[in-house]
């Protein structure tokens, strides 16, 4: 039997995600458990978790050996027992008899640095570069007149900053708790203090401040969720148009942006050529997923983030190999079937292939 086991930092509580997933297990023949990294013992390599019990439909506390597969849906802080279920999760990724369903990317500039020179990908990149100190982030705002910074590990939208120049001045914004703040520099001088003692925090990203405000001054993008399916290849299972507050800067829903699907926001935006928009989606999609996968690890799912521009240029603003669902479940809820199926279905292809293997080497 097929045993499949879901990475959490936390088990203990209510994930209707999992859930949804363990009540298809008994079509597939697999048996699904659920744990922390930080629960496995290291000299036996057992587990403290949850196994699901489908005649119960109830999830049991248990100790078992390891799953032979394993679905990543651990997300860090920058506390220490994230740093340790960091090492534990990469210490599994070696273990050869163990297969994740999909291996993650690493952070923002890595990808970038991997991707800049594909000359079918790099024209979609904004340009981007490490902050390593006020004067080169000073240089790119004297540049842009509007930059972005970003963390290179950053995620919702967390500590992400806009630098304007308003005339000899320098306005800062960024959002806390969906909330924006904002603060006026008198001059270069009087910031660069201040975003020295920024960068000592983390590190930070550079991007030009691209234009994708609405006809109401709400910034928009186009979040794509992919999966794979029981073949191995990819599937588009959701596109949907994230859209911000007025005068806001993020997009991402746990900041308060409303989600509309593809179809609507074309139907509000007939000003644009969708044509030649699809076309270039087709054209990023056709490729960017599986250059991903030949620079880096195999993957099972993928968010793409792309901002369409006032001047209908595309660009791709990030790439998540563990996307949030919620645009599914708000725009579409047809789909959500096949979202809690595919773990399952690409977990039996893998164990197929993997047993197909088995039988040649023998």
Known sequence: M???????????????YFDEIAMRVHKYNI???????????????????YHYDPTTNSWKNEVFSLPEYLYDRCFYGEDRKSMEARSVVSWLKSNKNIQFLGYGLPNKWRLYEALKNDPLISPYLPSTKKAANAKKILAELQKYQEIILKPIDGAH??????????GKKILVRTTK????IEKLFDDTNSISNWLENLLTRQIF??????????????????????????????????????CGEANGLLTNISSGANVITFQK????????????????????????????????????????????????????LDMNSKPGRKIVSLTDSTKLEALYSAPLKYCSYLASNRNNMMSNQN
């Open 2 to 16: 097929i045993r499949l086991g879901i990475l959490t930092m936390t088990p203990s509580e209510n994930h209707m």
């Open 265 to 316: 926001w074309k139907e509000q935006t007939p000003y644009f050529n969708h044509e030649y928009i699809e076309q270039e989606l087709n054209d990023i999609l056709n490729t960017l997923p599986a250059k991903l996968e030949e620079t880096f690890h195999p993957l099972f799912e993928l968010g793409i983030d792309i901002i369409i521009a006032n001047d209908q240029s595309l660009w791709i």
């Open 157 to 166: 939208g967390f500590a992400v900053y806009s630098i304007k120049k308003v």
């Open 205 to 242: 990203l550079i991007q030009p401040r691209l234009n994708n405000l609405d006809k109401d001054n709400a910034p928009f993008d186009l979040r794509i969720f992919l999966q794979k399916d029981d073949k191995g290849n990819w599937k588009e299972n959701t596109r949907a148009v994230r």
């Open 177 to 180: 708790q969906s909330m924006i």
């Open 31 to 49: 048996m699904l458990y659920l744990f922390s990294p930080l629960s496995i013992k290291p000299t036996t390599e057992m587990v403290d978790g």
